[in-house]
Structure formats: C-alpha cells, structure tokens
C-alpha cells in the first residue's frame, strides 16, 4: 500500500502566497512523476503542476509564473509553492505520484485532497 499525505492547505486573501506539500509512504520502489491537481466545484480535475523523478516540470497555463513545483526524491516528497494567488485558485488541490511499487508493478496514487481557499 502507498499513501501520500498533504499539508499546507488554508484560507488566503489575494496576492498572499501559500506552500503545499505532499508525503509519500508505503511500499515504494521508486516514483515516477510527481504532480498536483486541482478540483474546484464540480467534476473536472485539473492538472496544476507535475515533475519527473529528473526534475522536469509542466505548469498549467492558469498558473505558470506564479506557482513553482518542487521535489525531495529522498525524503519521496512533493511541495508547491503558490505566489500571486487568485480567488480563481481556489478549489482542493491533490496530490498525484505514478509510484513503482515492484520493478514490474507502477501505478498513480492520490492523497485525500487539501482545501485552498482565496479571498478577494
């Protein structure tokens, strides 16, 4: 079993900034893409951010330049910093890793979710 577990989430006015961060733990061979997503009301999940076990990052076009994706491979943690923020920021924001939990068995995981909220 893998879990990942995320913190940081919260209540902010516009313009503030915020940092997420997300844990993963279990039986872990090694990680893959690392990522957030993000749910405002309704079905639709949204990519925000993900990286690569090199450090490749992809940002959504909503928050490219504002916010920034980072990763600890050692620690198996993920955190995003979130600057200039927008009340159309908020929603719940999820974290995402493609974890290898065998060499031949890789799978996506989802930590419960963290709520951000920004006010005008």
């Known amino acids: 079993q893998v879990q990942l577990v995320e913190s940081g989430g919260g209540l902010v006015q516009a313009g503030g900034s915020l940092r997420l961060s997300c844990a993963a733990s279990?039986?872990?061979?090694?990680?893959?893409?690392m990522g957030w997503y993000r749910q405002a009301p309704g079905p639709r999940r949204d990519l925000v951010a993900t990286?690569?076990?090199?450090?490749?990052?992809s940002y959504g076009d909503s928050v490219k330049g504002r916010f920034t994706i980072s990763r600890d491979n050692a620690k198996n943690t993920v955190s995003l910093q979130m600057n200039s923020l927008k009340p159309e920021d908020t929603a719940v924001y999820y974290c995402?890793?493609?974890?290898?939990?065998?060499?031949?068995?890789?799978?996506?995981?989802w930590g419960q979710g963290t709520q951000v909220t920004v006010s005008s």
């Open positions: 995402y890793a493609d974890v290898r939990t065998t060499p031949w068995q890789m799978g996506p995981y």
């Open positions: 279990g039986s872990i061979f090694s990680i893959n893409a």
């Open positions: 990286i690569t076990s090199g450090g490749m990052t």
